[in-house]
DNA sequence: CATATACATTTGTATATACAATTGTTGTAC
DNA sequence: GTACAACAATTGTATATACAAATGTATATG
């Protein structure tokens, strides 16, 4: 991906500037065919992560705040995304015994069965955008990314 | 920022999908920086870089489709996009002279004074998200991101 | 020149997200 | 035990964005 190219400018951007707009570039793209690759299963990426986050708990279930916690981007507004979730009937949710201010959010059945293809669907997304790098790239990249 | 820490697992994340994950941290919190920096002018991002698209015209008008090819994030409606950077008065807009089916679109005396001024906010940002990395660091990250 | 097609933008509508205010619950100080 | 603050989730509302349909304009074809 080239960043001129792509912005369709001829200036030279200064280094930093170009930092910047190049990573929001990629993550475009990566948005792009990650959406693109979940869209036959009809979840969002944001649900998606919330899947993956309730197995994570393997059982145990998980309230609002948890998921918040561990979500890769955070949304103000869990609850209505689990409202969808539940619509599928991929999730569960009741009030906590122990706290009834908290919810217990749990995975269903049906949830997992259809996270495991979306697995495949997501791994082969990820291979598609980084089938250039090789591991010491992507390590030497992960390490750049640290200093954010 | 690590990225563990971050989503608050102890598991191991498979190299792939951990540069996918911290790919979109970094962008998040880029985003965050960047709209807070933008917040007293009361424009947002998208609104912005179609301001400096604009002043990179110099003089010559653009129409919707150019705008929509130099921005960064491309927007499926950017007729609204412009729609509130006239209610602001930053920009101004007129249909084309020679093909009818265009808009000239161009920034005001108002928006070219206004960006010259988040111009600095811009770059008061940017240095406080790279403030960790060398010049080489840079490029190192940019060359690899070329490979998206 | 009448019709069809392609083009550029605008409008309509549904969904997503951000932010603020509200509801219900728990714990604590008096 | 009543009043108050802190907590967890939900609801309301405004704005943002995606996608599809509609409008108006230009160009090509017979």
Redesign the pocket.
Known sequence: MNVEETIKTEKIIPLKQRSIIHLSLVENKINEVI?NALKPYEV???QFNVLRILRGQKGKPA????L?ERMV????????????LITKGFVG?E??E??????EITITNKGKAILLDMDNAMKNAEDMLLDKFTTEELNQLNKLLDKF
């Open positions: 959406t969002s990426l944001q309230n609002l705040s948890t918040n981007t955070k949304m103000s507004n869990t609850t209505r995304l689990v409202d969808k949710r009030t906590c122990s706290n009834r201010r908290k919810v």
